[in-house]
């Protein structure tokens, strides 16, 4: 087998589920339903932080049911790494910002520093208000420059894949929440 499988298949098979798909879909519901109370009459604009919000934007969107437009951002700072750096802008909204209420939506909160650099690259643009949403809140000892607005799960601190986060580019598609055991 091609030995980056064989990695992500060993990874799979020792990972500790920390939320099954089931949780995840109704903090999907809760969290539209907060979207919902919040910005029904706003018009507001989604972006979709690519590749990681995928998943949370595609199974928010059809939750909702009030006008808004949707588009997407590209900000990368792991590139299927399993640790940080700085940040690639691989693409921009092609939607002008200015004047417009924006819900930016990714799946994972983990330092804040992706989603600090959108929400500035957003008010930069003009936007009116800028609201976040992750789907999960990874929990850690330090500050974070960013609160979510909306949240869905508050997860443990380890390396985590499923519903949009990856290891080494592959699990996006994993249906629950599963910390890596060790990463290899
Ligand atoms: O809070 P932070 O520590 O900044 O990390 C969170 C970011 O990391 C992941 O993106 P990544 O850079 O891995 O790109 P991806 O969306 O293509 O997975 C995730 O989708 C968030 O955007
Ligand atoms: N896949 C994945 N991407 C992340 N980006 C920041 N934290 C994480 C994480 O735990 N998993």
Redesign the pocket.
């Known amino acids: 087998m091609n030995p980056l499988l064989e990695e992500i298949d060993q990874v799979q098979r020792h990972a500790r589920q920390l939320h099954a798909a089931a949780e995840v879909e109704s903090a999907l519901d809760l969290m539209a339903a907060n979207i919902s109370a919040a910005l029904r009459d706003r018009n507001p604009l989604l972006l979709c932080?690519?590749?990681?919000?995928i998943i949370a934007t595609g199974k928010l969107l059809p939750r909702l049911d009030f006008p808004l437009m949707l588009d997407s951002i590209h900000?990368?700072?792991?590139?299927n790494a399993t640790s940080?750096s700085e940040i690639h802008w691989l693409f921009t909204p092609t939607t002008p910002l200015a004047g417009r209420t924006v819900l930016v939506i990714?799946?994972?909160?983990?330092?804040?520093?992706?989603?600090r650099a959108i929400v500035d690259y957003c008010q930069q643009q003009g936007a009116e208000a800028v609201y976040t949403a992750a789907l999960f809140d990874k929990q850690l000892d330090e500050p974070k420059p960013i609160a979510l607005d909306f949240v869905g799960l508050n997860v443990e601190n380890h390396y985590l894949f499923g519903y949009?986060?990856?290891y080494k580019g592959y699990l996006r598609n994993a249906a629950g929440v599963y910390a890596c055991k060790e990463v290899l």
């Open positions: 932080v690519i590749n990681g919000g900000a990368s700072r792991y590139r940080g990714d799946d994972i909160l983990d330092e804040g520093h992706t989603l949009g986060m990856d």
